[in-house]
């Protein structure tokens, strides 16, 4: 908890620079549960690219993981905090990244998660995320796509991850602002 007391501090200065934020929200799913379960829910999240260089986000994750055979139903919420760092281009024209992403909730096998990528960033037009990442050895591939609805700042957001077996797809509006 006194991590995310300490990001939700650093937000602030952070975001009221003159940098492309984003905010969103989506409906997220998840196929590949092992034990005849389904899962799904909603995130809502915050990003900003600061300096075309450097992207740090927080989102927050509310899934119902439901065992089809006995209807039992559990909640699993998360709160995960990432940081990109463009070390070849930028993030407004087309970056290569590195990343780091790490579950700030009282979660015990919460780790950090290693990512490299390429994307835009931009808030301008389309963007797209394409990385591999690991975590506790796991090889996982995730890709994400975003671009305007008519000539507004709200746009649509895909996207999915996959790690071993397991596939969560999610699909929302985001706001670049």
Do not use: C
């Not at 196929?31 to 989102?59: C, F, H, Q, R």
């Not at 993981?65 to 699993?76: G, L, P, Y």
């Amino acid at each position: 908890m006194k991590k995310l007391a300490l990001t939700l501090l650093l937000l602030p200065v952070l975001s009221f620079a003159d940098n492309v934020h984003f905010f969103g929200t989506q409906y997220a799913w998840m196929s590949g549960i092992p034990n005849d379960e389904s899962a799904n829910g909603y995130t809502i999240s915050y990003k900003s690219v600061i300096d075309e260089k450097l992207s740090v986000g927080l989102s927050y994750v509310d899934m119902d993981i439901t065992n089809r055979t006995t209807d039992v139903s559990i909640e699993r919420l998360e709160v995960n905090a990432s940081a990109d760092y463009a070390f070849i281009g930028s993030f407004d024209t087309g970056a290569l990244y590195l990343g780091l992403e790490t579950d700030l909730h009282d979660n015990p096998d919460s780790s950090f998660l290693t990512k490299i990528g390429v994307a835009t960033r931009s808030g301008e037009g389309f963007d797209f995320d394409f990385n591999i990442s690991s975590r506790h050895g796991d090889i996982g591939l995730g890709a994400s796509m975003r671009g305007p609805l008519a000539e507004s700042v709200i746009g649509w957001e895909i996207g999915f991850s996959h790690v071993v077996n397991q596939t969560t797809s999610f699909a929302g509006l985001s706001l670049a602002f």
